[in-house]
């Protein structure tokens, strides 16, 4: 890496520091012998580096700046003891991979899974994940999505504040537990992506302010902290080595990047497809790695390679709208031909494709019916949308049963990828809300910030109302989130949990093989009255096509009288009569069998 401390086989340490503010730098070590203070030359262009005989993997060091402040590495690989806290020299081939021969997944086969390691039991740990690792794979579950785990302040967080991109935070395990996690994912046949986020730092032990205000741009700002100047050289480079990092280092099988609108890039070419090159030409180049954007612009041209695609939250808008009937906020959007939407979403990717949104005024995406079903990833939950509910419910406590058994049809039976967040494959009920773990001013800053976004919202006009909103700092926020696994095991849950196996087993047996045969830019979808048409053409011949009603009344369809549903929620030999909430599932005779539920 350019960035960092590296260790060489002799035992000295190499270490480079970027802090083009500083006037001066010293390097402390701490080590078996003792703390050691060394003065760091500058080589120019904002670089300081020394060269420090007889370190060890486990040694301690900081850097301090200007005589005034000492101040960890922000390319540390690992800081046990919290962001303010020094650095720990790491050996990255300390770890005996036991996965060499693991190429990962072809986008098609990803049903992916988004979790939060702290919240996904209750020990919060890598090594607790990786205990429930073969029930997602036995129930056909092919891919997880870590949430951020770049280290970030307090003990508990969602990680999108993250301050050290290149240490993974301390609370969940040590960077050789996190390594023996993929490797224990990759041998049970389960991918790994990683969240990461390129667009801030969070504000709490960011320290690079002191050394490195070039890092930042001062022409742009994010929702969440001063954007980064990702248009100079050494900038982008921090990040793309990053991602090469996880992706090298760690054999993450693919990124998430946290909100690409947010990245705000002066040069002639924007960072993010130059991530995206560097991916693809380098890790990419020798297994499926793969990359999925989260944009709220729709920007479809980044859609256009093989393995880049984009949560479309279009799609679950749409569908939100149907399930609940709730319209405030950006819901608003989707209040009116919401059916229409959904089908666009299904058949075309994105609702927006140009047109103009009544929440912002402004027009917002770029076509996108040429692209193929892989370029979206498609959900009914993820972290956002359940915690950007004052009381983090789930749909599971919104929605009644018919209505959701037929959302996840739809969902694990279209040809885009599918996500779920977890718990939803057994319907857990703990909510997922906003946590951290801040403290003083900015505890209250957030606290009160929390409260002030629902004021918009007609149920909590009344302050009183906003006051019994969760406090993110409290523990007990945290707490509320945790899953329980045992809960896996009670009847409702066991029987949600074997249906959405279930599911995923038609979509493994007859979706999958099918999704390379769609001819992009040919979907196409229809709306009469409450029911929804949506047809995939293959280019071997016929068409996939779902139909599904998504209403409490039944619904006549008479141009499926005498066809035979390769699946159905209600009765796979149906006739031309709807079910309420009823999805069917046709496809050509010669890809399967008919299937009942």
């Given at each position: 890496?350019?960035?960092?401390?590296?260790l060489d086989?002799?035992?000295?340490?190499?270490f480079?520091?970027?802090?083009?503010?500083?006037h001066?730098?010293?390097?402390?070590?701490?080590?078996?012998?003792?703390?050691?203070?060394?003065?760091?030359?500058?080589?120019?262009?904002?670089?300081?580096?020394?060269?420090?005989?007889d370190?060890?993997?486990g040694?301690?060091?900081?850097?301090?700046?200007?005589?005034?402040?000492?101040?960890?590495?922000?390319?540390?690989?690992?800081?046990?003891?919290?962001?303010h806290?020094a650095?720990m020299l790491v050996?990255?081939?300390?770890y005996?991979?036991q996965?060499d021969?693991?190429?990962?997944?072809p986008?098609?086969?990803?049903?992916?899974y988004?979790?939060?390691?702290?919240?996904?039991?209750?020990?919060?740990?890598?090594?607790?994940l990786?205990?429930?690792?073969?029930?997602?794979?036995?129930?056909?579950?092919?891919?997880?999505?870590?949430?951020?785990?770049?280290?970030f302040p307090?003990?508990?967080?969602?990680?999108?504040?993250?301050?050290?991109?290149?240490?993974?935070?301390?609370?969940?395990?040590?960077?050789?537990?996190?390594?023996?996690l993929?490797?224990?994912?990759?041998?049970?046949?389960?991918?790994?992506?990683?969240?990461?986020?390129?667009?801030?730092?969070?504000p709490?032990?960011?320290?690079?302010?002191?050394?490195?205000?070039e890092?930042?741009?001062?022409?742009?700002?994010?929702?969440?902290?001063?954007?980064?100047?990702?248009?100079?050289?050494?900038?982008?480079?921090?990040?793309?080595?990053?991602?090469?990092?996880?992706?090298e280092?760690?054999?993450?099988?693919?990124?998430?990047i946290?909100?690409?609108?947010?990245?705000?890039?002066?040069?002639?070419?924007?960072?993010?497809?130059?991530?995206?090159?560097?991916?693809?030409d380098g890790?990419?180049?020798?297994?499926?790695?793969?990359?999925?954007?989260?944009?709220?612009h729709?920007?479809?041209?980044?859609?256009?390679?093989?393995?880049?695609?984009?949560?479309?939250?279009?799609f679950?808008?749409?569908?939100?709208?149907?399930l609940?009937?709730?319209?405030?906020?950006?819901?608003?959007d989707?209040?009116t031909?919401?059916l229409?939407?959904?089908?666009?979403?299904l058949?075309?990717?994105?609702?927006?494709?140009g047109?103009?949104s009544?929440?912002?005024?402004?027009?917002?995406?770029?076509?996108?019916s040429?692209?193929?079903p892989?370029?979206?990833?498609?959900?009914?939950?993820?972290?956002?949308?359940i915690?950007?509910?004052?009381?983090?419910?789930?749909?599971?406590?919104?929605?009644?049963?018919a209505?959701?058994?037929?959302?996840?049809?739809?969902?694990?039976?279209?040809?885009?990828?599918?996500?779920?967040?977890?718990?939803?494959?057994?319907?857990?009920?703990?909510?997922?809300?906003?946590?951290?773990?801040y403290h003083?001013?900015?505890?209250?800053?957030?606290?009160?910030?929390?409260?002030?976004?629902?004021?918009?919202?007609?149920?909590f006009?009344?302050?009183?109302?906003?006051?019994?909103?969760?406090?993110?700092?409290?523990?007990?926020?945290?707490?509320?989130?945790?899953?329980?696994?045992?809960?896996?095991?009670?009847?409702?849950?066991?029987?949600?949990l074997e249906?959405?196996?279930?599911?995923l087993?038609?979509?493994?047996?007859?979706?999958?093989?099918?999704i390379?045969?769609?001819?992009?830019?040919?979907?196409?979808?229809?709306v009469?009255e409450?029911?929804?048409?949506?047809?995939?053409?293959?280019?071997?011949?016929?068409?996939?096509?779902?139909?599904?009603?998504?209403?409490?009344e039944?619904?006549?369809?008479?141009?499926?009288?005498?066809?035979?549903?390769?699946?159905?929620?209600g009765?796979v030999?149906?006739?031309?009569?709807?079910?309420?909430?009823?999805?069917?599932?046709?496809?050509?005779?010669?890809?399967?069998?008919?299937?009942?539920?």
């Open positions: 890496m350019s960035f960092g401390a590296q086989a002799s035992g000295t340490g190499h480079r520091l970027w802090a083009p503010s500083a001066s730098v010293a390097l402390k070590v701490l080590g078996p012998e003792g703390l050691r203070e060394e003065p760091m030359r500058s080589s120019g262009d904002g670089w300081y580096e020394a060269r420090v005989a370190v060890a993997a040694d301690r060091y900081l850097y301090r700046i200007d005589d005034a402040i000492e101040v960890p590495d922000p390319a540390s690989r690992f800081n046990p003891e919290g962001v806290a650095s050996d990255p081939l300390d005996e991979w996965d021969d693991w190429q990962g997944h986008w098609q086969e990803l049903v992916i988004e979790l939060h390691v702290g919240t996904i039991t209750q020990a919060g740990t890598y090594a607790a990786e205990a429930c690792l073969p029930e997602l794979a036995r129930m056909g579950i092919t891919a997880l999505e870590l949430m951020p785990i770049a280290a307090g003990n508990r967080g969602w990680g999108y504040d993250g301050v050290l991109p290149y240490a993974p935070h301390a609370t969940y395990g040590t960077p050789n537990e996190l390594k023996r993929v490797d224990g994912a990759h041998s049970l046949g389960l991918s790994v992506l990683l969240d990461v986020v390129y667009n801030h730092f969070g709490d032990g960011n320290y690079l302010s002191h050394y490195a205000r890092l930042f741009n001062p022409g742009h700002r994010t929702p969440w902290g001063d954007a980064l100047a990702l248009h100079l050289p050494v900038v982008r480079r921090f990040f793309i080595e990053n991602a090469l990092y996880w992706l280092e760690y054999r993450f099988d693919g990124l998430r946290d909100a690409v609108h947010a990245m705000y890039d002066d040069g002639p070419r924007h960072f993010v497809d130059e991530l995206i090159d560097a991916v693809q890790p990419g180049r020798e297994r499926h790695v793969h990359v999925v954007l989260e944009n709220y729709n920007e479809a041209r980044r859609l256009r390679r093989p393995r880049v695609s984009q949560w479309n939250d279009d679950h808008h749409a569908f939100h709208v149907i609940t009937h709730e319209t405030e906020g950006y819901y608003a989707y209040a031909h919401t229409e939407r959904l089908g666009r979403a058949a075309e990717g994105f609702v927006y494709q047109e103009r009544s929440v912002s005024g402004k027009p917002r995406g770029e076509p996108s040429h692209l193929s892989l370029a979206f990833v498609n959900f009914l939950q993820n972290h956002d949308q915690a950007n509910r004052a009381f983090g419910e789930r749909l599971v406590t919104l929605v009644p049963r209505p959701l058994r037929a959302a996840y049809a739809v969902l694990l039976l279209a040809p885009q990828i599918p996500m779920l967040f977890m718990g939803e494959e057994y319907g857990a009920e703990q909510p997922f809300l906003y946590f951290c773990d003083g001013t900015l505890a209250d800053a957030v606290r009160e910030g929390r409260r002030a976004e629902f004021a918009v919202f007609e149920a006009s009344d302050e009183s109302r906003r006051a019994c909103i969760p406090d993110p700092n409290a523990h007990a926020t945290f707490a509320k989130c945790q899953l329980m696994q045992e809960d896996r095991e009670t009847p409702a849950c066991r029987e949600w249906y959405v196996t279930s599911l087993e038609l979509r493994r047996r007859a979706i999958i093989p099918l390379a045969d769609i001819v992009p830019g040919t979907s196409r979808y229809a009469r409450n029911v929804l048409t949506v047809t995939w053409p293959l280019a071997s011949g016929g068409a996939l096509q779902m139909i599904a009603n998504l209403a409490d039944r619904a006549a369809a008479r141009e499926l009288a005498g066809k035979r549903a390769l699946y159905s929620t009765d030999s149906g006739g031309d009569t709807l079910q309420p909430w009823e999805v069917r599932l046709y496809a050509p005779n010669r890809h399967a069998e008919a299937r009942y539920p």
